[in-house]
C-alpha cells in the first residue's frame, strides 16, 4: 500500500469549530493507524476574509488537541503561480477557455434561469467562441472546459458510489479576472504536490469532489481516495448551530473540557467500535479506520459530553496533569498566581476534589478556599452554621487541635471523633462548624482532608477568626 498522506484543510476566516476538530482528529488517526503523514494545509485563497487571528485561534485549537501536523504547515496563497501555471497548461490544451462574460450578463444569467426554472450555473456562452470576438482589452476569466457527457463517479468509503452528471456541473473558474487561482483549482493542485492519497472531508464538499474530480482527469492526475463524513447535528437533529454548540474549540477549553475527553467525544461522533465509550488515544490510533464511520449525521449532546468528560477526570487522567489544567482557572477566581508549595499542595488535593467535579471550572471552585486569604467571606448557608453555640464547639475543638504535632487527615480524624465523643455530641455538630469556618462554604470533601490540605497554621487560625 503507498503510504498514507491526509491533510486537513481549514479556511482562517474563523475559529476551529467542533465539525472542523472532529474532520482534523479523523485525519490524524488514520494517518496514524497507517503509518501515514498527516498534513495541514490553510486554505487563504480568500485574502478578503483571511486573518492572522483566525490562524492563529486554528493552530492553537489543532495544538490544544495534540492534532500536530507532521511536516510543515502548507499557506496554499503561497503556491498561487504554481496553481496558474496549471491552469494555463489546461488554457493551452484546450481543456480551459478564456471566458469574457461581463457581470451584468452574468447577473442576467442567473436571474433568466432561476425564472425558468433552470440551475444557475453559468451557460458557457464563451466555451466555443473565438477570443477574437471580445471587446478589446476587455477583462476575462479562465474556466475549465468540463464534459458534457457521461458522469463522474466518486469511490467514497463513507457515501459508496457517489454518481453525478456531467450535464450537471458548469464550467467552473479556474483563474480569476485579475489572475489569482480559485479556490476549486488550488485545492487541486495542492492536493497533488503534497501527495495527498486520502481525503476525510465533511459530506457538504460531495458536489465539489464531483468538480474536482473532473479537474483531476483533465489534468492526467491519478483521482485520490475519498471519505466523506456527514455532518454533525444538534440534539434536535438539526444543522449544528451556536445554541447547540458549534462553537470554537478554544470555548470548550474555557468551559473546562479537557483535550482528551473532547478528542474521546469527537471520535465517537460518527465513529464506532463496538460499544467502546472510552477510547484512549492508543486505542483510538490502534482501532480506526474508515470502515467504522458511519452514514448518518451525528448528534451533539453536552450532557454526553459533560459525563465522559467527569470520567477523564476521575479515572484517566493524573492528579499532576489535572492539576495543570486546573491552574489557569483557579488563579483567575482567586486572582493571583500559585506558587511551587501552592501548587504541590493543589496536586494533593485532586484526588478527593475531583470525585465531585464535572469539569475544570467546577474544579477549580471547589479548590479556591484552600488558597482564598484571610479573612474568609462565609456564604449564607454556611453563616447559619456559626451561631452562637456552635462558636463554643468551635473554640473547644481548637484547644484539642492546637498541641497536634502530626497534622495528617488520620490523625486529624481520631481527634475529631475522640472530641464528638467526649462532648456527648453528634459529628455534625462539630463537622459543619469547622466546615464553614475552614472553607466559609457548607459543601466541602472531608473535615480532616480539608484540615491537612490548609496545613496547621492556616486551619487554627480561621477557627480562631470565627470564635
Not at 498541641?403 to 480524624?413: A, C, F, I, M, Y
Amino acid at each position: 500500500m503507498k503510504k498514507v498522506v491526509t491533510r486537513f484543510a481549514p479556511s482562517p476566516t474563523g475559529f476551529l469549530h467542533i465539525g472542523g476538530a472532529r474532520t482534523a482528529l479523523f485525519n490524524w488517526l488514520f494517518a496514524r493507524h497507517y503509518g501515514g503523514e498527516f498534513r495541514v494545509r490553510v486554505e487563504d485563497t480568500d485574502r478578503a476574509r483571511s486573518t492572522q487571528e483566525a490562524v492563529d485561534a486554528i493552530f492553537y485549537g489543532l495544538n490544544w488537541l495534540g492534532l500536530k501536523a507532521d511536516n510543515d504547515i502548507v499557506f496554499q496563497f503561497s503556491n498561487r503561480e504554481r496553481h496558474a501555471e496549471i491552469a494555463y497548461k489546461l488554457l493551452e490544451e484546450g481543456k480551459a477557455y478564456k471566458c469574457y462574460a461581463t457581470k451584468e450578463e452574468l447577473v442576467e444569467m442567473r436571474d433568466t434561469a432561476k425564472a425558468e426554472g433552470r440551475p444557475l450555473g453559468y451557460d458557457g456562452r464563451w466555451r466555443d467562441r473565438n477570443p477574437d470576438d471580445a471587446p478589446h482589452g476587455a477583462d476575462h476569466v479562465i474556466r475549465f472546459k468540463a464534459p458534457r457527457e457521461g458522469e463522474i463517479i466518486i469511490k467514497d468509503h463513507v457515501q459508496g458510489d457517489v454518481k453525478v452528471q456531467n450535464k450537471e456541473l458548469d464550467d467552473m473558474v479556474l483563474l480569476r479576472a485579475d489572475g489569482t487561482p480559485t479556490y476549486m483549482l488550488s485545492v487541486v493542485v495542492d492536493d497533488h504536490d503534497m501527495g495527498v492519497t486520502h481525503i476525510i472531508r465533511g459530506d457538504d464538499h460531495l458536489t465539489n469532489a464531483a468538480r474536482q474530480a473532473q479537474l483531476i482527469n483533465a489534468i492526467g492526475w491519478k483521482l485520490p481516495e475519498y471519505a466523506h463524513i456527514p455532518l454533525i447535528h444538534g440534539p434536535d437533529g438539526a444543522k449544528l448551530s451556536k445554541r447547540h454548540g458549534a462553537l470554537g474549540v478554544d470555548a470548550y477549553r474555557d468551559m473546562g473540557y479537557l483535550p482528551e475527553a473532547i478528542k474521546n467525544y469527537l471520535l465517537r461522533l460518527g465513529w464506532a467500535h463496538g460499544d467502546e465509550e472510552v477510547i484512549s488515544e492508543k486505542q483510538a490510533i490502534e482501532w480506526f479506520d474508515l470502515d467504522g464511520i458511519g452514514k448518518s449525521p451525528s448528534r451533539f449532546d453536552f450532557a454526553k459530553l459533560e459525563n465522559l468528560n467527569g470520567i477523564y477526570m476521575r479515572e484517566l487522567v493524573d492528579n499532576q496533569t489535572l492539576a495543570q489544567n486546573c491552574q489557569p482557572f483557579l488563579e483567575e477566581k482567586i486572582g493571583r498566581s500559585l506558587n511551587e508549595t501552592e501548587r504541590e499542595k493543589l496536586i494533593v488535593a485532586m484526588q478527593e476534589l475531583k470525585n465531585r467535579a464535572k469539569n475544570l471550572i467546577d474544579l477549580a471552585d471547589s479548590a479556591a478556599f484552600i488558597f482564598t486569604s484571610r479573612p474568609l467571606q462565609i456564604v449564607p448557608k454556611a453563616m447559619q452554621a456559626l451561631n452562637d453555640s456552635a462558636k463554643i464547639v468551635l473554640a473547644k475543638i481548637y484547644d484539642d487541635l492546637e498541641p497536634v504535632t502530626d497534622w495528617k487527615r488520620d490523625t486529624l480524624q481520631s481527634v475529631i471523633e475522640n472530641f464528638v465523643q467526649a462532648e456527648e455530641i453528634g459529628f455534625g455538630k462539630v463537622a459543619q462548624p469547622l466546615r464553614a469556618a475552614l472553607t466559609g462554604s457548607n459543601v466541602s470533601p472531608g473535615i480532616s482532608e480539608v484540615l491537612e490540605w490548609l496545613g496547621k497554621e492556616e486551619s487554627l487560625t480561621r477557627i480562631k477568626d470565627q470564635t
